[in-house]
């Protein structure tokens, strides 16, 4: 079986350091193992929750492929295309649909947690099944490897379940899937919350200057009880420790500040500046190649284009199979 990989974001902001680390360092290594690779801009999907603000969805199209380029997935290796431009994903979502039970929507982790987050009372149907709609993005092009951040594996169960569905109803037309988690799956916010979420405002941008690194560290939550630099610090739940846990190559010296914190003598400005080093030396080379590749946005709109057709035409042939085996293929 062809490794097909694809993978994707939704544009509603630019990507974080969360990202990073649950999924892009995935996405650039596996562009060179597969058979195939995607990267898609889920507009669409952005749209099932700012539905009501296109602008800000098409604002930042360019802005969350800059970053993916930036971070080195490449368009050579890996084809970049626009969600709502390719009208299989649409299509298969129409008939997906069917196969799902909205209890079963309901019930699903991710979407649960984000309806909490994000809508006091209103649920829009589209939000509700965009489990389902990313079925669809994975499957128009029959890819089996999906990289991903550790929130987003309850979605893809629901893939797989569709997948059962499908070939169950209407004879094998596709394959389960595989999620690939970063060796970090979820990284804490700067504000010790669970997730770094843009919703959230606790994230540290690939984008970010060092003034903004360094300012969004000092506000990071250490150990409220230790106080005077002699005082003896805690290491669990110590939001700059799990950061230099993931960023810092440098385990052993990493180590030894643990250790020296937990004894008392180490104080939270030289831990701080350390890791705003650290952080600076993960995101300088990133934002440098941001900022040259931002200076031909046409340039990346064209990488765009140019990987939409390619994703129109293999979409296309997959509904080909697909109108056949649901038998509404009326007009050979
Ligand atoms: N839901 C994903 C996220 O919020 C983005 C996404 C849309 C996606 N379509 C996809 C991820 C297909 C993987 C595969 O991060």
Not at 209 to 218: A, F, G, L, N, Y
């Amino acid at each position: 079986m062809k490794k097909i990989v694809l993978t994707g974001d939704r544009p509603t902001g630019r990507l974080h350091l969360g990202h990073y680390v649950g999924s892009i360092e995935n996405r650039v290594k596996l562009q060179d193992e597969a058979d195939q690779a995607f990267y898609m801009v889920a507009d669409v999907q952005a749209l099932t929750d700012n539905a009501d603000n296109p602008e800000k969805v098409r604002d930042n199209v360019l802005e969350v492929a800059l970053d993916n380029l930036a971070c080195g997935v490449d368009p050579k290796k890996t084809t970049f295309f626009i969600q709502s431009q390719v009208p299989a994903i649409a299509e298969l979502t129409v008939f997906f649909l069917n196969l799902v039970t909205v209890s079963r929507l309901e019930q699903n982790p991710t979407v649960k947690t984000e309806i909490e987050q994000k809508f006091s009372r209103a649920i829009p149907a589209g939000f509700l099944c965009y489990p389902i709609s990313q079925a669809a993005d994975i499957l128009f092009c029959k890819s089996t490897i999906i990289p991903v951040g550790e929130d987003q594996k309850p979605v893809i169960e629901q893939c797989n379940e569709i997948v059962d569905t499908f070939n169950r109803f209407y004879g094998q037309v596709f394959h389960r899937v595989k999620h690939v988690i970063g060796a970090t799956g979820r990284l804490v916010g700067t504000d010790g919350n669970a997730k770094m979420s843009k919703s959230l405002g606790n994230s540290i941008y690939l984008s970010d200057s060092k003034e903004e690194i360094r300012k969004k560290v000092k506000d990071m939550y250490t150990d409220p009880k230790h106080i005077h630099v002699e005082d003896p610090g805690q290491v669990e739940g110590n939001v700059v420790f799990a950061y230099l846990d993931v960023f810092d190559a440098d385990k052993e010296g990493v180590a030894a500040l643990k250790e020296q914190y937990q004894k008392g003598g180490l104080g939270d400005a030289v831990l701080k500046d350390r890791l705003t080093e650290v952080l600076e030396g993960v995101i300088a080379p990133i934002r440098a190649r941001r900022e040259e590749l931002a200076k031909d946005p046409q340039k990346i709109m064209k990488i765009l284009e140019e990987g939409t057709k390619v994703a129109q035409k293999i979409g296309e042939q997959t509904m080909q199979e697909v109108r056949e085996a649901i038998k509404i293929n009326y007009f050979k």
